[in-house]
């Protein structure tokens, strides 16, 4: 795993999921497993056309930061990895808003 609090994913409250077997990766078993890390705003699966990639939104980046630390394999797979996520949009608006 890359990054860390205020390391890559800042204030980011997305994470890309990355290796996940094409049959666990579906909304219900995301769900299943990042729920417990806090409110889920969207689960997108197939992100960026990989079928083995998801996106998950948390509420906040607290959250987010919450999955991302957890020592526990995700899905109980220790080659399923989890990395920050930034919205393009969101670099934008940063950038602008900077001076």
Do not use: W, Y
């Given at each position: 795993r890359g990054?860390?609090?205020g390391g890559r994913g800042g204030a980011s409250n997305m994470l890309a999921v990355r290796?996940?077997?094409i049959e666990m990766n579906s909304i219900?078993?995301?769900n299943a497993h990042f729920a417990?890390?806090?409110?889920?705003?969207?689960?997108q699966i197939n992100f960026e056309g990989?079928?083995?990639s998801a996106l998950v939104t948390f509420s906040?980046?607290?959250?987010?930061?919450?999955?991302?630390?957890?020592?526990?394999a995700v899905m109980n797979n220790r080659?399923?990895?989890?990395y920050w996520?930034?919205?393009?949009?969101?670099?934008?608006?940063?950038?602008n808003n900077s001076g």
């Open positions: 990054g860390g609090r290796n996940i077997p219900t078993h995301l417990r890390f806090g409110a889920l705003q969207n689960i990989d079928p083995s906040t980046p607290d959250e987010a930061n919450a999955a991302f630390s957890t020592a526990e080659f399923i990895k989890v996520h930034m919205d393009k949009n969101n670099v934008k608006d940063k950038l």
